[in-house]
């Protein structure tokens, strides 16, 4: 019962933190929302922070397995877009991480230091990924243009729900296409002939 309790805070506080905003939202509102007292959610976390990190850890959990690369193998552009589509997701599930993250980096050190690792992280893999289709004969490019792209796309991956929050888009599934689009036509230039048309063919499917 008290598990089902905790998850319960934990699953309510995601929900309001993504569509209030994580400064706009108290514990009591949280408890409120749930009709609990607040002594009830002190009981299982300390202060707003301690839920703050436990939503890190699930997002962290699945951003972790989300940059697992293919076993054995390397990278195609299916598994790309599958990726690029799985962090997307992740990223709009937790989507007030993004959108809050200076403030609540800011006042939580031991956050920064998790999310660093995060990004380290997904930055290796994107290189990795960029490495491979080279490899792979996917892609030309010099090993240059191959970290300047790397970086390019983890930094759009990252940062592209925010840019259309803001330019005012409300269907989430339309700007998680667009922003997929958007990363793999960073790697377009690279392309040889024929993986471009691949690509063309993969980009007019999803979005018609």
Same mark, same amino acid.
């Given at each position: 019962?008290?598990?089902?309790?905790?998850?319960?805070?934990?699953?309510?506080?995601?929900?309001?933190?993504?569509?209030?905003?994580?400064?706009?939202?108290?514990?009591?509102?949280?408890?409120?929302?749930?009709?609990?007292?607040?002594?009830?959610?002190?009981?299982?976390?300390?202060?707003?922070?301690?839920?703050?990190?436990?939503? #890190?850890?699930?997002?962290?959990?699945?951003?972790?397995?989300?940059?697992?690369?293919?076993?054995?193998?390397?990278?195609?552009?299916?598994?790309?877009?599958?990726?690029?589509?799985?962090?997307?997701?992740?990223?709009?599930?937790?989507?007030?991480?993004?959108?809050?993250?200076?403030?609540?980096?800011?006042?939580?050190?031991?956050?920064?230091?998790?999310?660093?690792?995060?990004?380290?992280?997904?930055?290796?893999?994107?290189?990795?990924?960029?490495?491979?289709?080279?490899?792979?004969?996917?892609?030309?490019?010099?090993?240059?243009?191959?970290?300047?792209?790397?970086?390019?796309?983890?930094?759009?991956?990252? #940062?592209?729900?925010?840019?259309?929050?803001?330019?005012?888009?409300?269907?989430?599934?339309?700007?998680?296409?667009?922003?997929?689009?958007?990363?793999?036509?960073?790697?377009?230039? #690279?392309?040889?002939?024929?993986?471009?048309?691949?690509?063309?063919?993969?980009?007019?499917?999803?979005?018609?």
């Amino acid at each position: 019962m008290a598990r089902d309790t905790r998850q319960r805070i934990l699953d309510c506080a995601l929900a309001m933190f993504n569509a209030q905003g994580e400064p706009t939202v108290t514990t009591n509102h949280i408890a409120d929302e749930l009709e609990i007292s607040p002594g009830n959610l002190y009981y299982h976390f300390r202060n707003k922070d301690d839920i703050i990190e436990h939503l #890190f850890a699930r997002y962290e959990a699945r951003m972790d397995e989300v940059l697992t690369p293919p076993d054995g193998r390397l990278p195609g552009l299916e598994d790309i877009w599958l990726q690029l589509h799985l962090v997307f997701e992740c990223i709009w599930d937790y989507r007030f991480l993004y959108r809050d993250l200076l403030e609540i980096l800011s006042r939580n050190r031991r956050l920064r230091i998790r999310f660093a690792r995060i990004l380290k992280r997904a930055d290796d893999r994107a290189h990795a990924v960029m490495r491979g289709l080279s490899q792979a004969d996917v892609i030309r490019a010099a090993p240059a243009e191959i970290d300047a792209a790397a970086t390019n796309l983890l930094v759009l991956a990252t #940062f592209w729900l925010n840019y259309a929050a803001i330019r005012g888009d409300r269907d989430e599934q339309k700007a998680i296409r667009d922003g997929i689009v958007q990363v793999m036509m960073l790697i377009a230039p #690279f392309l040889r002939d024929a993986e471009r048309v691949h690509l063309n063919q993969l980009i007019r499917a999803y979005t018609d």
